[in-house]
């Protein structure tokens, strides 16, 4: 996951209104975690603390310092949270993307893990990128098994149709 946090810092000037691009100019093919279409893109990160990635994206000149993971211990708590480019306007000028969590459990069962509005306000300028305002937060208590998680967000934009599914991968340890 920390190389995803290198290439999100090269990428925050550069995200390009058709899909996701190096700092050279050169696109980018998705990944489970990074996906694009057209000009609308979203990538999951995972941070056992919402609050200060929030802080930092919110507070920093680019390119900001964030703190991602893809590994939590029994008794605490994760963070899966969104940046997106490029939704579209509806006609009162607004974006409406909203998003779905599932979690996967090492088993393969899947949980509903909530969900909610991701932007509903005025497109962030071209080549920029967008902390999301959906979020999911699950904590591991000491009954919950050991072993490999996914966090699955599925985010709609509905003015244009656009839906993308992106996927981070979570190791519970004890």
Known sequence: MKWCLALLVA???????????????????????M???????IQIVLTANEGQFRQTWNSSTPPPKLTTTNTVRLGETVS??????GCAPNVGGVCDVVSDFILEGPDGSKMTAGGGPVWSG????????????????????????????????TVKDKVSGRVLSVTARLKVTK
Do not use: C
């Not at 959906?134 to 050991?146: C, E, Y």
């Open 11 to 33: 990428l925050l000037p550069l995200a390009a209104q058709s899909g996701w691009i190096d700092p050279s100019g050169k696109p980018i093919p998705d990944s489970d975690n």
């Open 35 to 41: 996906r694009s279409a057209g000009d609308f893109g």
């Open 80 to 85: 899966a949270l969104l940046i997106f480019h």
């Open 122 to 153: 005025k497109p962030m300028q071209q080549r920029l990128l967008q902390l999301g305002q959906a979020s999911m937060t699950v904590g591991f208590d000491k009954t919950d098994p050991v072993g490999d998680y996914k966090v699955t967000a």
